[in-house]
């Protein structure tokens, strides 16, 4: 779909189902403790929506762009998230240093993506294979473009060694929005 952008297929179709499915456990696990808390808001519905929808999208992506559109629709619904508790202290600094570990670590995928795309000539996955396995690539450029790529995913997936920032958001972060980006992110990614 969307001119090669998007594929389904059976593996992207059962990671989406695992994925809709933790979203679903976790809301379903946490509706007590957001209900007590006065959290259970059509805010709180939407932007757990909009997560889901950004993990779709990025089980999907066919494409460096669609996966970077993916992760970050479903990053800058999780950033709302950690900062929903608003008289919290805690969970406003939470966010914050979420949103700007985010934004460095945008700033280096799209960097390593730039590389890759300079490296190979395309950002179609596919076409990104092809182009590194006939060998007429520069190697240099498209490994340090790589280790930017993958520097960047892990540190917006918190992946060790890039895992430093999610003791600060898990602690802030209301439980319930713990439990969400703990759990369906990391299958999507």
């Known amino acids: 779909a969307m001119a090669g952008l998007f594929q389904s297929d059976a593996i992207a179709n059962l990671l989406k189902a695992g994925s809709c499915f933790a979203l679903l456990l976790s809301l379903i696990y946490s509706k007590q ?14 932007l757990t929506l909009f997560a889901l929808l950004g993990q779709l999208v990025l089980i999907s992506a066919a494409n460096l762009l669609t996966l970077y559109l993916g992760l970050e629709l479903m990053a800058l619904s999780t950033y709302g998230l950690v900062a929903m508790r608003h008289s919290s202290g805690l969970s406003s600094e939470a966010a914050i240093k979420y949103f700007v570990l985010g934004a460095l670590a945008s700033g280096f995928l799209l960097y390593g993506m730039s590389m890759m795309y300079g490296a190979t000539g395309s950002l179609d996955i596919n076409a990104v294979l092809r182009a590194i396995s006939s060998g007429k690539v520069n190697h240099t450029v ?25 003791p600060d958001v898990y602690q802030g972060a209301p439980t319930s929005v713990t439990n969400l980006i703990g759990s369906a992110p990391k299958l999507a990614a």
Request: proline residues 5%; positive net charge; hydrophobic residues 65%.
């Open 142 to 166: 498209l490994v340090f473009g790589l280790v930017f790529v993958v520097a960047g995913l892990a540190f917006k997936l918190g992946v060790v060694p890039f895992h430093m920032w999610i």
């Open 33 to 46: 403790y957001l209900i007590d808390r006065g959290l259970f808001r059509p805010d709180f519905i939407v």
